[in-house]
């Protein structure tokens, strides 16, 4: 019984891992996850899926002043062995509200030009309602432009991930959760501000 179970989890990793990949390389595409596990008191279980699917003992973790509570950083140590950053440079991951996320960008690591992939990615966690600038995604894997709107995500937000990816290959990915799906934003994907709400 203990190898079945063993072998479902595997599995369902696997299935996690294959969907994070595919979000990534089709930037603007919505991506639903399955055998995403429960939430934990202010994490989403997206957030709880890609965090435990990316991230090990050697993969420091970031939580925002709104996620860090006490049960959820319990629970990402517990389920990935992840050290817990304390700043925001030191995060190979952080996770962080839509709402916080435009006062901590600019401490999070760019990477540096020997180790581009030195960066911090970011997961950000949308809220159920509301409205976010109009923007169109651009660049490798996206295929014809898309337009994207995600809540929480305002003109000024959008602005300064260009700034900060203005010196790509340095910069900030993006993993945009919502309750059981992602949409990701590689810093190659180029993004026009298309209307501000």
Partial sequence: MAEVLHQAGAMAAAHLFRNI?????????????????AGED???????????????????VFLGPALASAGALRR????TGAPVAEQPE?????????????????QFAFGSHEYPDRSTTLLVQLPD??????????????????????AGLGA???????QINLGYPLGLDFIFV????????????????????
Avoid: K, N
Wanted: charged share 15%; net charge negative.
């Fill in 21 to 37: 990949l595919g979000a990534m390389s089709r930037p603007g595409r919505r991506v639903a996850l399955a055998h995403v596990p």
């Fill in 42 to 60: 202010s994490l989403l279980p997206a957030s709880l899926a890609v965090i435990t699917t990316l991230c090990d003992y050697q993969t420091p």
């Fill in 76 to 79: 990402i140590r517990f389920d």
């Fill in 90 to 106: 030191d995060a190979a991951f952080a996770l962080v509200q839509a709402s916080e996320v435009g006062a901590l960008l600019g």
């Fill in 129 to 150: 309602e509301g409205h976010g600038s109009t923007v169109e995604f651009s660049g490798p894997g996206v295929g014809a432009p898309v337009a994207v709107s995600l």
């Fill in 156 to 162: 000024d937000f959008w602005a300064a991930r260009a």
């Fill in 178 to 197: 919502q309750e059981d799906g992602i949409l990701a934003c590689p810093r190659s994907t180029s993004v026009r501000l298309m209307e501000a709400r």
